[in-house]
Every structure is written in structure tokens, then in C-alpha cells.
């Protein structure tokens, strides 16, 4: 079996032997967008107005915790130096990892977002952006984040250092993420700007193993 | 004291020194290995042993010296492809099985992935293939790591703590493996407080130097 289709397959049976992991990220994505009508107001005119920018943050919250535990339990059981040791480019097998990653944890995001868009009032066209967006946004956020977890492996509780690390990286995404969405709302075309996420995913999955792995190396090495 | 063999040399270390947190580990070492050789490093605690095994593996990168691998194969000059390294964390996740773990380790290093059953049951863990990590005995999970030797592929064992955990005819059965495989031509550089009974080279880490 090549290194990738390896990885993929021990990273996807480790994620459904461990639920949980899998459940958190999607009940915390949930539980903050229901929240907000509660918090704020149930008026379908101003909540339809918050919509794009309030499960864009919530799901970009959610991609950001589940990123703390990425490769936390490689490191601790010695996984990570039998990884660390392999030989050739560790590009496919990290590249392997945050595909299993996202497909556990990113793409329940993707599906039960537009649920949550026509709860927040979200017109049914618009709610075509909203995932499309998440489609291209959350795999990239997994990427870039990936690069924090990589650098703080071996931080016991290195989540604040992760987020200060990752926040601004995230920015981008989740001006254009949220702006897509935005536009899509004011009747305005959003392709452009779904271009510009799909540029930053497609940047993001070419380099960010080279920086993933590099920083595994780093965290390591010391 | 590095020995005269008739064979050249595969691993050349040099005035290899290392620092831990301001206090010197070691330096100035410097030996030379050959294939089929079986090198033990000794020390007390404390001494870096396991920090020696990290350079020697590429894993620990800050260090003075060098390090030069000329391992007959080896694709690059890091030899990586040519190295097996057991660590003392024995580097299975306790949600796979035996085979799962060892057929991703396998995939990862080149090692045939076939030959797992019966490299299991040769460390006494026939029929363990499909037992979850977690529920195994520490003995246990240190045979699975070590099942490991009984694949081929490699032509340098690193090897920190082997026999930690592992039972009295364990420790005789993985000495009988070391011996055989050196014999093969491997060389098996491990550290342990446990000397071999066989012609073992040894390292002395702390206090009188290399």
C-alpha cells in the first residue's frame, strides 16, 4: 500500500475508533450559530444580516480546537518519530493526515452549515455560497492551523499558543469565506471571490505538508 | 576505541558533542561502526544516551560534529531508508490493532506489510493480530514494536531500551535475533542496562568520555 493511501486509511480508522473527536467540533459549530438568535435577537432581518459572518466564525473556531489534538497523540505514543524517521519527503503522509482530518471533522461542518443558514434566515439561494465557501474554506484553515499544531506539539496545552499563532493566518480566509457569503446576500456575483478562496486552498494544500512537516521536524529536534 | 575490522566502516561519528539545557551531554565522542557489528551504549541515567540514539537516527538536529552514514543502498546520505529506529516509546496508537499499527509502520518504512502475521508470532503474539493496543500488557505492546525485527529491509538497527518490559525468554529470544542479524550483516547499535552475551562493542556516555 503506498504511504498515502496507508496514512489515509489508519488516520480515518483512528478518527471513527475515536468519536468524540469527531462529534466536538461539529456539536461546538452547532451550539454557537443557535446560539446567537438567543443571545441577540430571534429578527429574521437582522439575523440574516449576522448569518455570514457568525458561521463563518464559528466554524473557523471549530476547525481551529480540533486542531490542538492533531498530532498530540502521534507525539506522545512515539508515532510522530517513527514518522519523523521515515524515509523519503513526508509531504504525502502529512498530506494524508489533514485529508483524513478534514474529511472527519471539516466536511460535517460543510454539510450541516446549510441547516444552520436557513436557521439564521439565510435565503435558500444564498445558502448555495455558504457551503460552497466552506467547501473551499475549511480545508485550507486545516492546513494553515495544521502548521500551528505542528509548531506546538510539544507544548503541554499549547492551545492559546496555537490560536495566537493561527488567528492572524486565518484572516484572509475568513474575510473572503464570510465576504462571499455577504455578497451572495446583496444579490451581488461571488465567483471572483470564491475564486480568490479556492487560490488560497490551492496554495495552502501545495505548500502548507512542506510547512507542516517542517515544523513537525523543528518541534522534535529539540 | 574504534575497533580494526577488515570491513569498512558505515557509520562514521566525529567529535560529536551535545548540549541539554546548558549542561554538555557529551563530546568530543567519536567511533566508527561497521556492518554486522552489535554496539551497545552505556551510561547512567541522564547521560544521553537517547539523545546519542536521536542523532544517530537524524532526529535530534542540534549537536556538534558529525555524523556520516555510508550505508551500502542507502538511497541518501541520511541513510533513512537504511535504518530501523525503535524508540523507547514504543510508537503504537492504542486504538489499532497489532496489524493495524505495524501495516502503517510497515507502508511508512518499506518493510513488507505480508510478513506481519508471522513476525507477530514470532515475539510470541500469534493470534494478537486483531487485539486492539489498548488492551494489551506493557510486555506486550513492547513485543509489537519489536515485531518489527523480524521484517527485512533494513540494514541498521537502532534500538533504545529493546528489552524494557520484555520477560526473561523474551530478552533471550530478541538477544538470539540481535546475534543472528548482526551475524546477517546488520549493524545493531541499541542502548540497555542488559549487556549482551555475545561480543558486544560498547559506548561509555558520562565520566570517562567515549
Excluded at chain 2, 57 to 80: I, K, N
Excluded at chain 2, 154 to 183: C, H, N, S, Y
Aim: charged share 15%; hydrophobic share 50%; aromatic share 6%.
Amino acid at each position: 500500500m503506498s504511504v498515502f493511501a496507508a496514512t489515509l486509511r489508519r488516520e480515518l480508522l483512528l478518527g471513527l475508533r475515536t468519536p468524540a473527536e469527531i462529534i466536538n467540533p461539529l456539536f461546538f459549530f452547532v451550539v454557537v450559530v443557535s446560539l446567537f438568535p438567543l443571545a441577540l435577537t430571534p429578527s429574521p432581518e437582522t439575523l440574516r444580516l449576522l448569518a455570514p459572518g457568525v458561521v463563518w466564525v464559528a466554524a473557523l473556531l471549530a476547525v481551529m480546537l480540533s486542531l490542538d489534538s492533531l498530532f498530540r497523540r502521534d507525539e506522545e505514543c512515539g508515532a510522530l518519530e517513527q514518522l519523523l524517521v521515515a524515509p523519503g519527503e513526508l509531504y504525502l503522509p502529512v498530506l494524508a493526515r489533514l485529508c483524513a482530518h478534514w474529511l472527519l471533522t471539516g466536511l460535517p461542518l460543510v454539510l450541516v452549515a446549510p441547516l444552520l443558514g436557513y436557521m439564521t434566515y439565510l435565503p435558500v439561494e444564498v445558502l448555495d455560497t455558504l457551503w460552497q465557501s466552506l467547501l473551499l474554506g475549511t480545508p485550507a484553515l486545516t492546513v494553515i492551523g495544521a502548521i500551528g499544531a505542528a509548531l506546538t506539539v510539544s507544548v503541554r496545552r499549547g492551545g492559546i499558543l496555537l490560536a495566537l499563532l493561527v488567528l492572524p493566518l486565518y484572516v484572509p480566509v475568513l474575510v473572503f469565506g464570510a465576504g462571499s457569503v455577504g455578497r451572495a446576500l446583496d444579490g451581488m456575483e461571488v465567483s471572483s471571490v470564491l475564486a480568490v478562496l479556492g487560490a488560497i486552498l490551492a496554495l495552502a494544500v501545495s505548500l502548507g505538508p512542506f510547512a507542516v512537516a517542517l515544523g513537525l521536524r523543528i518541534s522534535s529536534g529539540d | 576505541m574504534s575497533p580494526t575490522t577488515p570491513t569498512s566502516p558505515i557509520l562514521r561519528v566525529e567529535q560529536l558533542g551535545c548540549e541539554r539545557d546548558e549542561r554538555i551531554l557529551f563530546r568530543d565522542l567519536a567511533f566508527q561502526a561497521c556492518a554486522g557489528e552489535i554496539w551497545q551504549v552505556a551510561g547512567a541515567n541522564g547521560t544521553g544516551k537517547t539523545t546519542l540514539l536521536r542523532i544517530l537516527a537524524g532526529l535530534h538536529g542540534f549537536h556538534d560534529g558529525r555524523v556520516r552514514w555510508q550505508v551500502p543502498g542507502a538511497r541518501h546520505a541520511s541513510a533513512h531508508d537504511q535504518i530501523l529506529f525503535l524508540g523507547h516509546l514504543a510508537g503504537l496508537r492504542e486504538e489499532l490493532t497489532a496489524q493495524e499499527n505495524l501495516r502503517w509502520l510497515c507502508a511508512l518504512h518499506d518493510q513488507p506489510a505480508a510478513m506481519i502475521p508471522a513476525a507477530l508470532s514470532a515475539v510470541g503474539l500469534a493470534g494478537y493480530d486483531d487485539a486492539p493496543v489498548a488492551t494489551m500488557s506493557a510486555g506486550q505492546k513492547r513485543r509489537v514494536a519489536l515485531a518489527r525485527l523480524w521484517l527485512p529491509g533494513k540494514a541498521v538497527w537502532i534500538l533504545d531500551e529493546p528489552f524494557t518490559a520484555i520477560d526473561a525468554t523474551g530478552v533471550e529470544m530478541i538477544e538470539q535475533r540481535l546475534r543472528k542479524q548482526a551475524a546477517a550483516g546488520t549493524l545493531v547499535i541499541y542502548t540497555s542496562h542488559h549487556r549482551l552475551a555475545t561480543d558486544t562493542r560498547q559506548i561509555h556516555l558520562g565520566g570517562q568520555g567515549a
